[in-house]
């Protein structure tokens, strides 16, 4: 599955709700991947991990935004599937991302990893503040007016994990 791939970011998606397009829904996890080869197109992968939905693209920005336009698409279709009901659309997202599957126990060991290498190597610099951190996780969500966020940390290019 990720033969080709190094973990590029790792982090978490926010549905703002919208009475117009997006229920209110869990937070789920993000994976950003980038291809070994530079000569592929489409480098960049972005993956909802509890949704099981990715998008790629030409840089690591177009690999979300794809991701987005994906996700906005899905979160039209199940409210549609629903007969327009909103709420019912929302627990039938809700509890597509909490299913399990075997890809998604995937995904979520590559996300620990990559996690566990970011906090190590923060720890070792000496900047792991979790009060702080969170307070610019805050700012970060206050000041961005689109209804689908993601928070994102990056895993510096001479780091990147092999998934």
């Not at 399990?100 to 900047?127: D, L, N, P, T």
């Not at 970060?140 to 966020?149: C, R």
Request: a negative charge; hydrophobic letters at 40%.
């Amino acid at each position: 599955m990720f033969d080709n791939e190094l973990v590029s970011a790792f982090g978490k998606i926010f549905y703002i709700p919208t009475h117009e397009s997006i229920p209110p829904l869990p937070e789920m996890s993000l994976l950003i991947l980038k291809r070994r080869e530079q000569n592929d197109s489409f480098q960049w992968r972005a993956i909802c991990i509890d949704l099981e939905i990715d998008a790629c693209g030409n840089t690591k920005d177009e690999s979300w935004e794809n991701l987005k336009k994906s996700l906005t698409m899905y979160i039209n279709m199940e409210v549609q599937a629903a007969e327009g009901v909103v709420i019912e659309a929302a627990k039938m997202i809700t509890k597509s991302a909490f299913g399990k599957s075997e890809q998604k126990e995937s995904y979520i060991g590559v996300y620990r990893q990559a996690k566990m290498f970011f906090i190590m190597q923060a720890i070792e610099k000496g900047i792991l503040d979790p009060v702080e951190r969170e307070k610019q996780r805050l700012e970060k969500l206050k000041v961005n007016n689109e209804s689908i966020l993601s928070l994102v940390d990056d895993i510096p290019e001479e780091q990147l994990l092999a998934a």
